[in-house]
């Protein structure tokens, strides 16, 4: 079978509809075709099935045989080794693509988050700050872009104003980016302005961004609050979700005695 409009038809259904239906046919139409372009799409089944390290070796072979398809082949792969934490290797795939394409969003935005992952704040910072200069992002590419920011100001530089506003830019682009209330939540708890924290953790559970730790920050705006029977309610839930971690264990303890 030849890699065609036809396949891909194809392949997209099985995606949708069976995985493993979809592995299967791709490595058929590998056997019956020896296109090394066919490799990529077995790789995205494997880190479909959260196989990465079949989707690695899977692409390299695809590479080495000089796929036409490289630059779809290298975004999996550097999506691959990320996922294995082998941050250093997915970032030097991910510096090749953006030599390909400086204006990545998809690109970018990987190796912001590899940076964070290596400690390397400051270069996930003007990466950020390079892109969002470049003007080519839509409002909801900005706004991502505008929170991850906000993030390595908050969580990894203790820069609060500079989160804040951050945090503020990304929402007047899109109300709906349920991260920038998350980090507006945390920012004001920070400052112990804890009735404003849960105003923002609520609206990013409307938004379907109800982890574990934003009812375990939930529940220590409670506590703060002194208003224990309610900072219980939200212990329980995250301790539902998680039994074995001691920090809600020791806070519902804590709490119980107040």
């Given at each position: 079978?030849?890699?065609?409009?036809?396949?891909?038809?194809?392949?997209?259904?099985?995606?949708?509809?069976?995985?493993?239906?979809?592995?299967?046919?791709?490595?058929?139409?590998?056997?019956?075709?020896?296109?090394?372009?066919?490799?990529?799409?077995?790789?995205?089944?494997?880190?479909?099935?959260?196989?990465?390290?079949k989707?690695?070796?899977?692409l390299?072979?695809?590479?080495?045989?000089?796929?036409?398809?490289?630059?779809?082949?290298?975004?999996?792969?550097?999506?691959?080794?990320?996922?294995?934490?082998?941050?250093?290797?997915?970032?030097?795939?991910?510096?090749?693509?953006?030599?390909?394409?400086?204006?990545?969003?998809?690109?970018?935005?990987?190796?912001?988050?590899?940076n964070?992952?290596?400690?390397?704040?400051?270069?996930?910072?003007?990466?950020?700050?390079?892109?969002?200069?470049?003007?080519?992002?839509?409002?909801?590419?900005?706004?991502?872009?505008?929170?991850?920011?906000?993030?390595?100001?908050?969580?990894?530089?203790?820069?609060?104003?500079?989160?804040?506003?951050?945090?503020?830019?990304?929402?007047e682009?899109?109300?709906?980016?349920?991260?920038?209330?998350?980090?507006?939540?945390?920012?004001?708890?920070?400052?112990?302005?804890?009735?404003?924290?849960?105003?923002?953790?609520?609206?990013?559970?409307?938004?379907?961004?109800?982890?574990?730790?934003?009812?375990?920050?939930?529940?220590?705006?409670?506590?703060?609050?002194?208003?224990?029977?309610?900072?219980?309610?939200?212990?329980?839930?995250?301790?539902?979700?998680d039994?074995?971690?001691?920090?809600?264990?020791?806070?519902?303890?804590?709490?119980?005695?107040?």
């Amino acid at each position: 079978m030849d890699l065609n409009k036809e396949f891909l038809e194809k392949y997209n259904d099985l995606m949708n509809e069976d995985v493993e239906l979809a592995l299967e046919f791709s490595l058929n139409a590998l056997k019956e075709s020896n296109n090394a372009d066919f490799y990529a799409y077995i790789a995205d089944c494997y880190m479909s099935l959260d196989d990465f390290d079949k989707a690695v070796n899977t692409l390299k072979i695809g590479l080495s045989n000089n796929c036409s398809n490289s630059t779809y082949a290298k975004s999996l792969l550097g999506e691959s080794l990320f996922y294995l934490n082998n941050f250093e290797e997915s970032k030097s795939v991910f510096e090749n693509l953006k030599l390909e394409n400086p204006n990545s969003f998809f690109v970018t935005a990987y190796l912001i988050d590899i940076n964070i992952n290596l400690n390397k704040y400051e270069e996930a910072i003007k990466l950020g700050i390079d892109i969002l200069k470049s003007n080519v992002l839509d409002s909801n590419d900005t706004a991502y872009i505008l929170v991850n920011l906000g993030w390595i100001n908050l969580k990894y530089l203790n820069n609060k104003d500079k989160a804040l506003e951050y945090f503020n830019k990304a929402l007047e682009l899109d109300k709906n980016i349920g991260r920038a209330y998350i980090g507006l939540a945390e920012y004001y708890f920070s400052i112990e302005d804890y009735n404003s924290a849960l105003v923002n953790y609520e609206k990013a559970i409307d938004l379907q961004e109800g982890t574990i730790d934003v009812y375990f920050g939930i529940a220590m705006c409670y506590k703060a609050l002194k208003q224990y029977d309610d900072a219980l309610s939200y212990l329980h839930i995250v301790h539902d979700a998680d039994n074995t971690n001691e920090i809600y264990i020791k806070e519902i303890r804590e709490i119980e005695n107040l």
